[in-house]
């Protein structure tokens, strides 16, 4: 839902965190892609102080060359000692068109995560990233082990009444900007399956990116309609994508604040170090319904 709650100005977030996506680093330093990603960072730095966490929901790279994730390591290297800690899932761009095995591991040791898919508690709330099992070119496949672990997962929170944050980069079919059948980038194989074990604990709140779509466009949130978990689009850093079905120029992500009663999820636009208006959006807690 649009945000519908004047938040107090004395009041403090449980936690902030922030979601970024699709920063396609190449091997070229002066890249725009490189030099939007250099921005993003050197923003949040700036503005957040109080932040606990950048959630990366992939596509980190724009090739999954060792060259790039060399060069994100360079630009993290810049601004690592003002930030907290990045954590990563893949997109399709970093494990995609090579051999798997080689491609996943490649992915894990530039980034330091564990597993195709991991969880983390920060500050007594979950963190969880789901990833693809085979290196498609464009969607996601989860196995069985995998959806069942999220399940679990899920299980394990203290609450019902307290979010989880969940990370995926591609999204599922018809939920937000983007993920229409006629735009086609949509992307989870198993996406019924996703859609059973999310439909079981509407706690969750899911980020996704590969669509790129702007934060100004329309269905960039997908309250879940009384069925699922709320759901986000969370842009793009590198570049940005249109209704128009065009490729515009910026760079965008998302500021997430954590309230005793609400989530407020807020658009950032890294290019000229503004909110975006239009993507201001709140999730109440507890769910109901």
């Known amino acids: 839902m649009k945000d519908d709650r004047r938040i107090k100005q004395t009041e403090s977030p449980l936690l902030a965190f922030h979601v970024i996506t699709d920063t396609h680093v190449t091997d070229d330093p002066e890249h725009e892609h490189n030099r939007n990603f250099d921005r993003a960072l050197r923003d949040i730095a700036a503005n957040r102080t109080d932040s606990c966490g950048i959630m ?34 893949m997109g399709n761009h970093d494990v995609a068109q090579g051999v798997w095995p080689d491609r996943l591991a ?32 464009l969607f996601c496949d989860l196995s069985e082990e995998q959806l069942a672990w999220l399940d679990a997962k899920l299980g394990e929170e203290a ?17 937000v900007a983007g993920s229409s059948e006629a735009q086609n980038w949509f992307g989870v194989t198993q996406d019924a399956e996703l859609k059973a074990v999310l439909a079981k604990h ?6 996704t990116g590969h669509t790129h779509w ?24 590198a570049y940005l994508w249109t209704d128009e079905d065009e490729r515009k120029d910026g760079s965008q992500g998302y500021c997430v604040e954590v309230y005793e ?27 109901l319904g």
Do not use: C
């Open 56 to 89: 990366h929901v992939g596509d980190v790279t724009d090739r999954g060359f060792p060259e790039e994730y060399a060069e994100l390591r360079r630009i993290w290297d810049k601004h690592k000692d003002r930030l907290p800690e990045l954590l990563f899932t």
């Open 106 to 137: 490649r992915f894990l040791t530039a980034t330091d995560m564990t597993g195709p898919y991991h969880d983390h508690w920060i500050r007594g709330f979950h963190f969880i990233f789901l990833g693809t099992e085979q290196g498609l070119d």
């Open 159 to 175: 609450s019902p009444d307290r979010p989880a944050f969940v990370f995926l980069h591609q999204p599922l079919k018809d939920t």
């Open 202 to 207: 509407r706690h969750a709140i899911l980020f």
């Open 214 to 237: 702007e934060l100004d466009a329309p269905h960039n949130f997908h309250d879940g309609a009384g069925r699922l978990p709320a759901m986000f689009n969370a842009s793009s850093v």
């Open 261 to 287: 009663d609400r989530v407020l999820v807020r658009g950032r636009d890294f290019t000229t170090g503004s909110w975006v208006e239009g993507a201001q959006f709140q999730v109440n807690f507890p769910v």
